[in-house]
């Protein structure tokens, strides 16, 4: 049970590391992802009986 110390370590560090984050998000401009140009639909080619 000597090792409990690391435990805290690691909480505090991701403690600081998710803080960071939450500014960086703040800080970046928002980005919208362009919409998709719908597909068109493909031309079905009729099938000719082989003779």
């Known amino acids: ?4 110390h690391r435990v805290r370590v690691k ?3 991701r403690i600081a590391y998710l803080d960071r984050k939450k ?3 703040k800080a970046a ?3 919208r992802e362009a ?4 597909a068109k639909p493909k031309k079905q080619v009729a099938s000719t009986p082989e003779t």
Do not use: N
């Not at 049970?1 to 409990?4: P, R, V, Y």
């Not at 919409?35 to 719908?38: D, I, L, S, V």
């Open 1 to 4: 049970m000597g090792q409990q």
């Open 11 to 13: 909480r505090r560090r």
């Open 23 to 25: 500014v960086a998000a």
């Open 29 to 31: 401009p928002v980005r």
């Open 35 to 38: 919409p998709k140009a719908k």
